[in-house]
């Protein structure tokens, strides 16, 4: 019998350090998402979450360590970068839609560039994907006769539009409206229940007590506790997140 891969991670990161000149901003990171495991990063502004995500997918080099995705080292360039880039879709707190193309076209210009669909293919997936996140009406707009959380939403259809392995979220509603966010992590949501792998920076705590299997509190590039959502809020170990808890909460 041939051994099943399976239990490879879908995400491992070992031994992983990251300077910004001096600035050591991941501190011998050592992470193992298995897959369909949904992750809510915290911590500090600063701590290194952003980095962490920007890794994963090789936006940001690493000085020492290794990552690798569903078993696959990060390769360093070329086509395999951009199968890489495929695998691991990337949502940001800004939209980063293209302004001047109209929500339907945004989703099917990957598709039909990296994974070579046809454009009447990849035109019938991108409007199935509109209408999971609900904004099939708004195919023929362009992004900015959007809300927040229709760009948003539309940013996530584009990802998804990929069939990415994992997706990572960072900070994916710190830039709406207070009435915009609920539509966007209930996407989020649904996401996670269908089975995705997923990293996710937030601070919603609601969403984290929801959606999440795990917490990791990250605080000076270090990750400081790796545990689950209840034992995460209710009793955090450390005075870095007990500190940082007590900040959240009061706002
Ligand atoms: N491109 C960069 N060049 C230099 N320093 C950076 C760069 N990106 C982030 N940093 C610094 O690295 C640290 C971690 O940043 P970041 O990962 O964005 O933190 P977080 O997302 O947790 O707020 C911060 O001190 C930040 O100022
Ligand atoms: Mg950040």
Do not use: W
Not at 58 to 86: F, K
Not at 138 to 155: I, N, T, V
């Amino acid at each position: 019998m041939t051994e099943v891969s399976t239990d490879t991670p879908m995400i491992r990161v070992s031994a992983v350090d990251k300077y910004f000149g001096s600035l050591h901003v991941l501190k011998d990171i050592n992470l193992e998402i298995p897959r369909g495991q949904v992750v809510v990063v915290l911590g500090p502004s600063g701590s290194g979450k952003s980095t962490l995500c920007r890794v994963l997918n090789r936006l940001e080099t690493i000085d020492s360590g290794a990552v690798a995705v569903d078993g696959v080292p990060l390769p360093e360039e070329g086509r395999a970068l951009a199968e890489l880039r495929a695998d691991v879709g990337m949502v940001f707190q800004q939209f980063n839609l293209f302004a001047h193309k109209s929500i339907i076209d945004n989703v099917t210009l990957g598709p039909i560039k990296v994974r070579k669909l046809g454009k009447d293919e990849a035109r019938e997936e991108g409007m199935r994907l509109l209408r999971r996140v609900g904004i099939a009406d708004q195919a023929e707009k362009y992004p900015a006769q959007l809300s927040g959380g229709q760009q948003q939403r539309a940013a996530i259809a584009r990802a998804l539009a990929m069939r990415p392995k994992v997706m990572l979220f960072d900070e994916p509603t710190s830039a709406l409206d207070p009435e915009m966010v609920n539509e966007v992590l209930e996407v989020m949501a649904g996401l996670a229940e269908e089975g995705m792998t997923m990293l996710v920076v937030s601070h919603e705590m609601g969403f984290a007590r929801r959606a999440a299997h795990r917490v990791l509190f990250m605080a000076d590039g270090e990750v400081v506790e790796d545990t689950s959502p209840e034992t995460f809020f209710d009793s955090p170990e450390s005075e870095r997140a007990k500190d940082f808890l007590g900040k959240i909460l009061t706002h």
